[in-house]
């Protein structure tokens, strides 16, 4: 398919754009085949670009027709008076991905509904190969540049440093042992391909269990996987017992830390899946702390921006509708269970096992935030990348279902919920609490939430590596890394306060602790002029020590 195909108009001039904090302006739109663009000439200047939006970015479409009974009581009339009728009008509200409200306001109908059309077919592309990643060309850049900046192999070397207990395994090279991991895994070294293959059988998708996080100060591991498949009859499985025993050293006991409630643990079982028996792992505790996912998080969203949307109420009413949306509660409970897994490995030296269901979301977001609790090294800017590529990218996060929808999408896809923006602001709060110990700002996160809804770039697309493998990402798409990693993208995402910060920073969950993360929920809302003056002082400021 050709996407010039799916544009009816390809431009329309005199078309008003007006988004909230800035005038409106009027201008020619231009429709590519990945971009909205809107060109206003200001007085006495050449062409001036006013708005380019990636046309994934968009989530919603709401078009409005204006003078339409005059448009209709035309309608006996011949077909060539009827489009010359200059009575109708039209406008577009399209609501973002990235949470931006934009009005084009069109001088007739026929433009206004083709240019919607369009942008409808555009924005909701399923063929990954059509999006915009596969055909960004910046010029001077090398396809190849920022893929292989965080690997498995440079992980696993300081561990191999430490102890010998632990070896890469290629068992998953060729995808068949489970779809959703990378082909190299970090196992115990006691245990055998051919039992991991048994073990994998015995776990829901194949994820069994593998290496998350070492501990270097004592040595204590953190493992995660997916839910066993015990059934109702209780099934069990050696080599998966045998591997969890492995990682325990003699007496040593063990967390199994559930992200279900008993209740959905107990019903998972009647469906197949189910928890690990207390009889058949005797030296693991297990500890059910419930994290919402799927729906209940993505209804939760939708109210947190309903509320945020709304004019003209009272500080009353918006609090109530903040409470209700229940957001930041969920944000509480994640930093809870991380805190809860940081502190088994630190303070009772303990290791700790992470699942939930499927193992590729609320787990990840407990096993990502327990290592930036635990480890300086992850609360700088390279060292969180490379967390959020092995794991979440490499570690099998369903990017392209979890983000194919945002917040204002009338029309719900039942994968869809914002995991990875949760797990953005839980960091974003810690931040908060510890202004002085991150290398990177908020900035840094808003754009990596940004590019994993919409971006020119192939770090987020598709659901786990052997499609990203099938799609060929490496060879035909450039990397977000490469770009953020560039010393003129790398100081607009630094801290400029940042003191590395060697101790583990426990952050405190009570709920009057929670904030709204207005620089990111509101941002297209408030002024954020008195911000960026007074980040441009401390830079100042800090440039002059340091000269």
């Known amino acids: 398919m050709e996407l010039s195909e799916l ?14 904090l800035v005038p409106p302006v009027k201008g020619t739109l231009c429709i590519t085949s990945h971009h909205l663009l809107l060109s206003a000439q200001a007085e006495g200047e050449k062409d001036s670009l006013e708005l380019w ?44 991905k990235d949470l931006q409200m934009i009005r084009l306001d069109f001088p007739g ?13 555009l924005s909701s592309l399923e063929s990954v190969m059509l999006m915009y990643p596969f055909y960004f060309r ?3 850049w090398k396809l190849e540049e920022g893929w292989d900046f965080y690997s498995l192999e440079d992980y696993y070397q300081p561990i191999t440093a430490d102890t010998d207990a632990w070896r890469l395994s290629t068992v998953n090279k060729d995808f068949t042992v489970s779809p959703s991991y990378p082909p190299l895994l970090i196992v115990p070294k006691a245990i055998d391909d051919e039992s991991l293959k048994a073990n994998a059988n015995f776990r829901h998708g194949g994820r069994f269990p593998v290496l998350s996080y070492y501990h270097k100060k004592n040595g204590m591991v953190m ?8 059934g109702p009859n209780g099934k069990r499985c050696k080599e998966d017992e045998i591997l969890l025993s492995a990682v325990l050293d003699g007496g040593e006991r063990g967390y199994i830390i559930d992200t279900r409630s008993p209740q959905a643990a107990k019903q998972a079982r009647m469906k197949g899946g189910g928890t690990e028996t207390k009889a058949n792992y005797p030296y693991w505790k297990r500890l059910h702390r419930p994290l919402e996912r799927g729906r209940s998080l993505q209804e939760s969203f939708i109210k947190l921006m309903e509320a945020c949307n709304e004019q003209s109420q009272n500080m009353d009413r918006w609090l109530g509708k903040l409470e209700a949306s229940k957001w930041l509660s969920h944000v509480k409970d994640s930093l809870s269970t991380a805190c809860l897994a940081a502190q088994c490995l630190e303070r009772e030296e303990a290791c700790v096992l992470v699942h939930g269901s499927e193992g590729t979301d609320t787990t990840l977001i407990v096993t990502a935030l327990a290592q930036v609790i635990l480890d300086p090294d992850y609360r ?3 060292g969180f990348q490379a967390l959020i590529e092995r794991e979440w990218i490499q570690a099998g996060h369903p990017f392209q279902l979890r983000c194919s929808r945002a917040a204002y999408s009338h029309s719900r896809v039942k994968h869809e919920a914002p995991i990875f923006l949760l797990f953005m602001d839980c960091c974003w709060q810690l931040g908060r609490q510890f202004p002085f110990s991150m290398e990177f700002n908020e900035h840094f996160l808003s754009s990596l939430i940004q590019n994993a809804y919409a971006s020119e770039y192939g770090t987020f697309l598709c659901n786990n590596e052997k499609e ?15 770009r953020m990693n560039h010393p003129s993208e790398r100081r607009k995402f630094l801290n400029p306060l940042y003191e590395r910060n060697t101790l583990v920073i426990w952050p405190s969950v009570e709920p009057q602790s929670m904030q709204l993360w207005t620089g990111f929920f509101l941002q297209w809302m408030i002024p954020t002029d008195h911000i960026t003056r007074a980040q441009a002082e401390i830079w100042r400021l800090v440039d002059l020590t340091v000269a």
């Open 7 to 20: 544009i009816k108009t390809t431009q329309v001039d005199n078309v008003l754009l007006s988004r909230p």
């Open 53 to 96: 939006l990636l046309h994934r970015n968009v989530d919603t479409v709401e078009k409005s027709v204006q003078n339409l009974g005059l448009y209709h009581s035309n309608r006996t009339k011949s077909f060539q008076q009827e489009t010359r009728f200059p009575s109708s009008s039209g406008t577009i509200t399209l609501k973002c």
């Open 109 to 121: 109908m026929e433009e206004c509904l083709d240019v919607a059309n369009s942008i409808e077919a």
């Open 138 to 140: 910046p010029e001077g």
């Open 223 to 230: 493992l995660r996987s997916s839910q066993p498949m015990i």
């Open 380 to 382: 700088t800017i390279s």
């Open 468 to 482: 990203r493998c099938l799609c060929a990402l490496k060879e035909k798409t450039h990397s977000l890394w490469c």
